[in-house]
């Protein structure tokens, strides 16, 4: 056997062995990561959490988007109220109220012979309140139109006076 593989026995009572010196190296890396390591921030506790808010100023309306908005706004307003008006009348007419009218004033104006001549729908027909409903929606959509335009230049001037309104915002809970 040779010198180095060898190893008397007191030689080897005088060496650490493997576990003591694992444990010393182990023991100094701890220390040498300690003295080096920044301090450990306190753990959060995730909980919830406050929706986050924003403070804006709305300063300055473009006109052109709101007249653009108003006019289709309008549009759709006057179409639903040229067709709440078709519907109104046709069910009058489907019900009999322009017959009852007309025998009312029959019996009021005419007394005893029966030869009327009024006729409600004369004053009053389909063609022509729905042709009075058409002219006065054609004139809305160009007020409105117009109003709401006059109303962004408005607020413009107004918002480069005094500085706009100011908005918050805030992000949904869940």
């Not at 929706?51 to 908005?69: E, G, I, N, Q």
């Not at 809305?140 to 100011?166: K, Q, R, S």
């Amino acid at each position: 056997m040779s010198e180095r593989t060898a190893t008397s026995p007191e030689r080897a009572a005088d060496r650490p062995s493997l576990a003591e010196r694992l444990q010393s190296r182990l023991a100094g890396a701890a220390r040498e990561h300690a003295a080096n390591a920044k301090p450990e921030a306190s753990p959060r506790r995730p909980g919830p959490r406050a929706p986050r808010r924003a403070r804006l100023r709305l300063t300055r309306v473009d006109p052109w988007s709101v007249m653009k908005t108003a006019f289709l706004l309008s549009v759709a307003f006057g179409v639903v109220t040229f067709v709440a008006v078709f519907m109104v009348w046709s069910v009058l007419g489907a019900a009999g109220v322009w017959d009852s009218i007309n025998s009312a004033v029959a019996s009021v104006v005419e007394g005893d012979n029966n030869t009327s001549t009024f006729d409600v729908t004369n004053y009053v027909g389909m063609s022509r309140v729905l042709g009075f409903t058409l002219l006065v929606s054609v004139i809305d959509v160009v007020l409105l139109t117009a109003i709401a335009t006059l109303g962004a230049f408005l607020y413009n001037m107004a918002a480069a006076l005094l500085g706009g309104i100011e908005v918050t915002l805030a992000e949904d809970e869940h």
